[in-house]
């Protein structure tokens, strides 16, 4: 591929900068107006703040829509859905949950509180309690629709294209960084992994359907952890239970990620760029 004329990538470069600029100040003007609604004792505050993302998204990327469209436009072709990359997508969103939760457990197994510490739980206790279905609604519309959308457009989309003439495994590395310091700090580091998956399968399907399904079940699954899932458990020292615990959760995570790598490839996905 013929390297960029430097105007071409001060054009890029430009472009690049005006999204992540409309994405930071859509989050910031979110934040402030999940703050009015708390104030104002207003439930499902961060829900609801969101919605405000994507009109503010539209509003300020107008001219890149209209120049830039296509971009995405190419990549969501019908023609490119199907069954077999709906059910590997589904499966890799599993596989990506799993791989998070296991390195959950295998970090709070490893630092276990050193003191004793009254009322705490040596025994894991878990149950399952949704609330209303309109808090529900709203939280999947959110998580599961929205934000895989708007991030998966603008990452995986633009972002991708425009950084690939750079090399690929450039692309890949920038925009899994660039996605991961959007979210908060406890998040940045499996952000930053889900973002090279979720990049080298749409560069190996040549496709933003696959990125979009795996990030809504992703999502989804978080939305059931946040809402529906709910667990007690806080060993005060290290035991063999515990770690015998961290040890399955390990070997869970690794099995996960193996998966994980496998379902990410193109023959797997049963696609290819130039299908």
Not at 53 to 72: S, T
Not at 140 to 160: D, Q, Y
Request: charged fraction near 10%.
């Amino acid at each position: 591929m013929p390297p960029e004329s430097p105007l071409a990538n001060n054009r890029t470069g430009s472009l690049i900068s005006l999204v992540l600029l409309a994405e930071v100040c859509a989050l910031c003007l979110r934040s402030w107006l999940q703050g009015q609604f708390e104030s104002n004792g207003i439930s499902n505050s961060k829900d609801l703040s969101y919605l405000i993302v994507l009109p503010i998204l539209l509003f300020v990327l107008a001219p890149v829509l209209r120049d830039h469209g296509q971009v995405i436009l190419q990549k969501l072709r019908p023609k490119d859905l199907s069954l077999r990359i709906i059910g590997t997508s589904i499966l890799l969103g599993i596989a990506l949950r799993v791989t998070y939760w296991s390195g959950m457990l295998v970090a709070a197994t490893a630092s276990l509180p050193k003191a004793a510490v009254e009322h705490l739980n040596e025994t894991a206790h878990i149950w399952f309690s949704c609330p209303g279905t309109s808090t529900l609604a709203l939280h999947f519309l959110v998580l599961a629709l929205l934000t895989p959308l708007i991030e998966e457009a603008i990452f995986r989309g633009w972002l991708l294209h425009w950084l690939s003439p750079h090399g690929r495994w450039v692309a890949i590395v920038a925009t899994a960084t660039l996605f991961a310091l959007l979210h908060v700090w406890q998040s940045i580091p499996f952000a930053f992994v889900f973002g090279l998956f979720a990049a080298v399968y749409v560069l190996n399907t040549g496709s933003l359907w696959g990125a979009l399904i795996v990030h809504a079940t992703f999502n989804s699954l978080i939305a059931l952890d946040w809402l529906c899932m709910h667990y007690v458990w806080q060993p005060t020292t290290q035991t063999p239970a515990t770690l015998l615990t961290g040890i399955a959760a390990l070997s869970i995570g690794i099995l996960a990620l193996l998966a994980s790598i496998l379902l990410v490839r193109s023959k797997v996905a049963g696609h290819a760029p130039d299908d």
